[in-house]
């Protein structure tokens, strides 16, 4: 099916995430920072990224970021923002992703965000005049 690469520092999240969507016969890789995500997705552009906000290193909203401007292929990758803060639908909104998942989620909602981001390939937008790292 897809390539996906999820991004979570809790390796635990990360582990059943990707057994969850291997389950649906996506290619699932695992990266637990920022950084470790930016090299991966260097190795082999994904088809989706699902990405942590609160991260060490470099945290997915950064992360987001570098993808956008290596102007490389990557900007296009739909981005997946996962986040037990608050706030994620605005800090979804700054990245320019439709596509969150607020934490804690069930099996469920994974596979539906992910087949709606794949279906639709909407790539990150970032809000004009939104931070930058």
Do not use: W
């Amino acid at each position: 099916m897809a390539d996906l690469l999820i991004v979570d520092d809790d390796s635990d999240l990360a582990d059943l995430l990707a057994e969850t969507l291997e389950a649906e016969g996506h290619a699932v890789r695992v990266a637990h920072d920022g950084r470790e995500g930016l090299r991966l997705s260097d190795e082999r552009a994904p088809d989706l990224v699902l990405l942590d906000v609160e991260m060490p290193r470099l945290s997915g909203p950064d992360m987001a970021y570098q993808l956008i401007v290596r102007n490389c292929g990557l900007e296009k990758v739909p981005i997946v923002l996962v986040s037990g803060l608050v706030d994620l639908p605005r800090i979804a909104e700054l990245v320019g992703t439709p596509y969150f998942l607020p934490k804690p989620y069930d099996a469920t909602a994974v596979v539906e965000v992910v087949d709606r981001a794949l279906a639709e390939r909407m790539p990150p937008m970032p809000l004009e005049g939104a931070p930058r790292p």
